[in-house]
């Protein structure tokens, strides 16, 4: 196979990972979304470190290799803000 056919397989299937990756962002949303609201009912802050902790340390642990781990707290400390500030549009 030609360096290029490479290329474009390889960004096709980087695409169709784009595709399930969304989909799973936007349920992710979703269910904070909800519990933004269940927070707001029950008068809690939206920002809880401890829980926040939990979530990087379980991720993180899945990924063996030392570089990825890196790349992958940030991701997820990125997706955690956006689900924080999707938490705090939430009106009762």
Same mark, same amino acid.
Do not use: C, W
């Given at each position: 196979?030609?360096?290029?056919?490479?290329?474009?397989?390889?960004?096709?299937?980087?695409?169709?990972?784009?595709?399930?990756?969304?989909?799973?962002?936007?349920?992710?949303?979703?269910?904070?979304?909800?519990?933004? %609201?269940?927070?707001? @009912?029950?008068?809690?802050?939206?920002?809880?470190? *401890?829980?926040? &902790?939990?979530? =990087?340390?379980?991720?993180?642990?899945?990924?063996?290799?030392?570089?990825?781990?890196?790349?992958? %707290?940030?991701?997820? @400390?990125?997706?955690?803000?956006?689900?924080?500030? *999707?938490?705090? &549009?939430?009106? =009762?």
């Amino acid at each position: 196979m030609r360096t290029e056919n490479k290329l474009k397989k390889l960004r096709d299937e980087v695409n169709l990972l784009d595709d399930k990756i969304i989909s799973l962002l936007i349920e992710r949303l979703e269910k904070s979304m909800l519990i933004g %609201k269940l927070k707001k @009912e029950l008068s809690v802050e939206s920002y809880t470190p *401890v829980r926040e &902790k939990e979530i =990087l340390n379980r991720i993180t642990s899945m990924v063996v290799d030392d570089e990825l781990r890196i790349h992958a %707290k940030r991701i997820f @400390e990125r997706i955690i803000d956006e689900s924080r500030a *999707v938490q705090r &549009k939430i009106k =009762l």
